[in-house]
C-alpha cells in the first residue's frame, strides 16, 4: 500500500520568516495531494491540495507544489504569522474505491513572533 | 457546523469492555472513514464505508469492526477494548473523487482512554 513520509517532525520559525514541509510517497498511482492543518484540540482542517496534472497551487500565503517524477511534494507557507502554528499533515491517494487517503507523520510548526 | 458529528467526545472505559464510538453526517456524503491519531503515527486508517453496508478494513483494523446500516451514521466498535487502543479517533467523510469538493470533513473527535 501506500507510503507518505513527512519531514521535518517540528519546524520553528521567525514571524514574518517562510516554512517549508516536505512529503514523499510511494505509490507511483496517487494522484491527489492534500494538506491538513490541525490547531490544538481541534480536528484536521483541508487548507489546500493538488492533483498529478497539476504542478503547483497558491492560495494566498501558501502554495502546495509537487515532483510526480521524484514522487514528493512540498507545502510552503511565505509570511508566516502566529495564527499558522499548528501541525500540519500531507497525504495521498489513488481516488481508487474508497478514496481513502494516506497521511504522512505531522509537522508541529512553531511560529516565535 | 462541519456536518458531521461524533459521540461521545470522552470516554474512558475498561480493559476487555466494548466500546462503540458514533459518526453521524448531515451531507449526504457517500464515503465515510475511521481513523485514529497518536502521536507520531499521523493519522492512520481503521475502517472505511463506501455505501450503506458496505465496508473495507484500514491498515490498522486488528480489534475493531464498524457497521453502515445509514447513510448518515458510521459506528465503530471495539469488541474488546485494549491500553493499546488508547487514542483520539476521527470520522472523516468525503465525496465521490469526481466532485468538485472532494477533500476529507473531519468530525471534531473522540478522546478514548482504555485503563
Known amino acids: 500500500g501506500e507510503n507518505v513520509e513527512q519531514h521535518p517532525s517540528t519546524l520553528s520559525v521567525q514571524e514574518g520568516d517562510s516554512a517549508v514541509i516536505k512529503c514523499t510517497y510511494s505509490?507511483?498511482?496517487?494522484?491527489?495531494f492534500p494538506w491538513y492543518k490541525q490547531e490544538l484540540g481541534k480536528r484536521p482542517q483541508l487548507i489546500i491540495d493538488?492533483?498529478?496534472?497539476?504542478g503547483e497551487k497558491k492560495d494566498q500565503r501558501i502554495a502546495v507544489t509537487l515532483n510526480k517524477t521524484a514522487k514528493h511534494f512540498s507545502l510552503h507557507i511565505t509570511e508566516t504569522q502566529p495564527e499558522d502554528s499548528a501541525v500540519y499533515f500531507c497525504a495521498a491517494s489513488d481516488g481508487a474505491a474508497g478514496n481513502k487517503l494516506t497521511f504522512g507523520g505531522g509537522t508541529r510548526v512553531l511560529v516565535k513572533p | 457546523d462541519a456536518g458531521i458529528t461524533q459521540s461521545p467526545r470522552h470516554k474512558v472505559t475498561e480493559t476487555g469492555t466494548p466500546v462503540t464510538l458514533r459518526c453521524h453526517q448531515t451531507e449526504n456524503h457517500r464515503y465515510m472513514y475511521w481513523y485514529r491519531q497518536d502521536p507520531g503515527h499521523g493519522l492512520r486508517l481503521i475502517h472505511y464505508?463506501?455505501?450503506?453496508?458496505?465496508?473495507d478494513k484500514g491498515e490498522v483494523s486488528d480489534g475493531y469492526s464498524v457497521s453502515r446500516s445509514k447513510t448518515e451514521d458510521f459506528l465503530l466498535t471495539l469488541e474488546s477494548a485494549t491500553s493499546s487502543q488508547t487514542s483520539v479517533y476521527f470520522c472523516?467523510?468525503?465525496?465521490?473523487?469526481?466532485?468538485?469538493?472532494?477533500?476529507?470533513?473531519f468530525g471534531s473527535g473522540t478522546r478514548l482512554t482504555v485503563v
Open positions: 493538488i492533483r498529478s496534472n497539476v
Open positions: 505509490d507511483s498511482a496517487s494522484n491527489y
Open positions: 472523516a467523510i468525503s465525496e465521490s473523487p469526481g466532485a468538485s469538493v472532494y477533500g476529507y470533513t
Open positions: 464505508s463506501y455505501g450503506v453496508k458496505d465496508t
